[in-house]
């Protein structure tokens, strides 16, 4: 009897996992309060957005990757997240507030608590724990509350972000862009006598705008993609927004414009504040004002910084308790996540996600923590347009359809009203598509030299599969689209997410493969457990293994 019941749980839960919830789900009332207006999930969005990015990735990926070119990589990573990690960003806030007070944090910890291990960090960071389980206590509160401290918080940030661009311009130093191969190299011969005794290989590319060449731009805007990875946040909020069909969809149009807009201007001025190599890849910004004499304003950088990692923590905590409630109240998580406060907030959900964040925050490094964030926001920005894709071309409801067997006809002249059979001939070929992108990836990462010679089996392999690539999406085109009429839906639908998918994995491929990220890579390298993953824009130098 017992062994009964346990399979009919079990046949429940299996069924649980795929059966599909309708678009518009009548009758089911929200558990949350709708409190929120479009200004508020802009607010959101770009206050946790505008965060580690500006402030302390653009150090590292302008010195050690891109050099003055990373405001075209915040140009590309912004335009895939156009069309398509809560631990690393209170990481960078601990680096941020120990660099206020002169390192005691590191100097502190590294000595009573040293970690030395690949992936992890040099210390176990008990401040950014505490930090993250603070702001899950506010977040547990109440959101009407969250969404006012963000609002406060985000305001100084934009302040301060207005007071670093125009202070970049004014003091900045257009020679900072054009940097000779010379200066480079004595650069690099001084760096290389001062690390010596680390034995660290120093690399600070050719000068000029593009000291890495355009791969390393490449490069730096797969890792400039965690920059805006906080904006998601805001498609968790759809049941606590007064009107989410729209206000949901502005609000990451504005706030993914005015997050870029910041980093392109921040990165701008950072590299023409002083020369890429010497920028500090913790706290980039505060040392480029003391570089340039303006001691005092690299305080009120360090206090804006703060404040905007302290939103751009709070956002990016703030989906991950909906999603465990969302998915306890159906019944796939355990039934306690599902336990709504007399304040309308997801208690149990929020301490859980806040619970498991602070455990990797203080284990993992910064580097491991932005990859294993980037890497999922990648992953997720793919399905979501494998899933308009597919949504797009579903069978009307309401309809009769004939049963309809597989045709090749069928695939060029299809019925003039999307049927079962014209929705699975769209189902497969955005699989083909995917594998296809895949395959693609791989080919012109391993055979990328070769394709530059010119050698003819490297390019009739890329030849067949964008031959073939292009007419599946022809396929696609050719299949009749759902009657159902959704808000902000607009033409080319499948061209525009089928290109999304082709470059989140492109992006994918050039992420580190080392630390614990090692697990979600597409392909590791077999000589080397450090090398970065495989990917149609990295070059050789990124492939080899780090000391």
């Not at 797009?392 to 299809?414: I, Q």
Request: charged share 15%; net charge neutral.
């Amino acid at each position: 009897m017992t062994t009964r019941i346990s399979s009919v749980k079990v046949l429940r839960f299996f069924r649980s996992l795929t059966r599909k919830k309708p678009l518009e789900p009548e009758g089911e009332a929200s558990n949350f309060c709708r409190c929120l207006t479009t200004l508020d999930l802009v607010g959101l969005g770009v206050g946790s957005t505008l965060g580690a990015g500006v402030y302390v990735l653009s150090g590292e990926v302008a010195r050690e990757v891109a050099g003055p070119s990373i405001i075209i990589s915040f140009l590309i990573a912004a335009v895939a997240s156009a069309f398509a990690g809560t631990s690393s960003v209170a990481k960078a806030w601990t680096g941020t507030f120990d660099d206020l007070i002169d390192n005691v944090i590191a100097e502190t910890l590294g000595k009573h608590t040293p970690m030395d291990s690949p992936g992890l960090a040099l210390y176990p960071d008990f401040f950014a724990a505490g930090l993250i389980m603070l702001l899950a206590g506010v977040l547990a509160y109440g959101v009407k509350e969250s969404a006012v401290l963000n609002t406060v918080f985000t305001a100084v940030n934009i302040v301060v972000l207005l007071f670093i661009i125009i202070s970049g311009f004014i003091k900045g130093d257009i020679d900072n862009w054009h940097i000779s191969e010379e200066t480079i190299l004595n650069a690099t011969r001084q760096m290389e006598n001062l690390t010596l005794a680390q034995n660290e290989t120093i690399d600070f590319g050719v000068g000029g705008f593009f000291p890495f060449g355009f791969d390393g731009t490449l490069a730096g805007a797969a890792t400039c993609f965690y920059a805006f990875v906080g904006f998601d946040c805001i498609a968790t909020t759809g049941e606590e927004v007064r009107n989410p069909q729209k206000a949901i969809p502005l609000g990451i149009v504005v706030s993914l414009l005015i997050c870029f807009l910041a980093y392109f201007g921040v990165s701008a001025a950072l590299t023409l504040l002083m020369p890429y190599y010497l920028l500090d890849t913790h706290s980039p910004l505060p040392v480029a004002f003391e570089y340039i004499g303006w001691e005092p304003a690299k305080y009120a950088v360090a206090v804006g910084s703060l404040c905007a990692l302290s939103t751009s923590l709070l956002g990016v905590m703030f989906p991950m308790p909906r999603v465990l409630f969302a998915m306890a109240r159906d019944g796939l998580l355990f039934k306690p996540l599902s336990y709504m406060s007399s304040r309308q907030s997801p208690v149990f959900a929020t301490l859980s996600s806040g619970a498991v964040a602070a455990f990797m925050v203080l284990l993992f490094d910064l580097k491991a923590l932005v990859d294993m964030s980037s890497i999922g926001t990648i992953f997720a920005y793919t399905l979501v347009a494998v899933c308009v894709l597919v949504l797009r071309y579903k069978e009307d409801t309401g309809f009769v359809h004939s049963s309809e067997a597989f045709t090749v006809m069928g695939l060029l002249r299809p019925p003039s009203r999307p049927t079962r059979r014209t929705s699975k001939n769209v189902n497969m070929a955005t699989i083909i598509i995917l594998f296809l992108v895949i395959v693609l990836s791989l080919v012109l990462s391993e055979a990328l030299d070769s394709l530059r010679r010119g050698e003819w089996w490297s390019v009739l392999p890329v030849f067949v599969l964008v031959l073939t690539l292009v007419l599946t999406v022809v396929i696609i085109w050719r299949q009749p689209q759902s009657t159902t009429k959704a808000a902000f839906m607009y033409l080319h639908e499948y061209l525009s997410d089928g290109s999304a998918g082709r470059r989140n994995l492109d992006q994918l491929c050039c992420l580190d493969g080392s630390g614990p990220d090692h697990l979600f890579r597409l392909r590791g390298s077999s000589q080397c457990p450090k090398a970065k993953a495989t990917g149609v824009s990295c070059p050789a130098k990124y492939l080899q293994c780090k000391p």
